[in-house]
């Protein structure tokens, strides 16, 4: 049973810094894309910052020059270094990942369960 979990949300200052990380696990064989996204209440979800397993990123343009994307291949884990914050980041958090878990195996999109950032002004 594949499952992505979430951490590092929580109530953080405007102007600080937050560190997200999100572990996939159970029967994986590779994983694609991975991602972050996010929803503030009354919102669509939106994307925030993806990452190919050799490395490219992309970042949405209200966050370029604030938040980082990563991953570590090893750990199954992609992170989201989160500076600057601003109170119109607050949001929920989730990570996506594509995931294979087979060689025959056709890539399928999994979510984590979502972690609340929430900047206050």
């Known amino acids: 049973q594949v499952q992505l979990v979430e951490s590092g949300g929580g109530l953080v200052q405007a102007g600080g810094s937050l560190r997200l990380s999100c572990a996939a696990s159970g029967g994986i064989f590779s994983i694609n894309d991975m991602a972050w996204y996010r929803q503030a209440p009354g919102k669509q979800r939106e994307l925030v910052a993806v990452?190919?397993?050799?490395?490219?990123?992309h970042a949405a343009d209200f966050v370029k020059g604030r938040f980082t994307i990563s991953r570590d291949n090893a750990k199954n884990t992609v992170y989201l270094q989160m500076t600057s914050l601003k109170p119109e980041d607050t949001a929920v958090y989730y990570c996506s990942a594509e995931i294979t878990k087979s060689r025959t195996d056709y890539p399928q999109a999994y979510w984590g369960q979502g972690t609340q950032v929430t900047v206050s002004s």
């Open positions: 990452i190919t397993n050799s490395g490219n990123t």
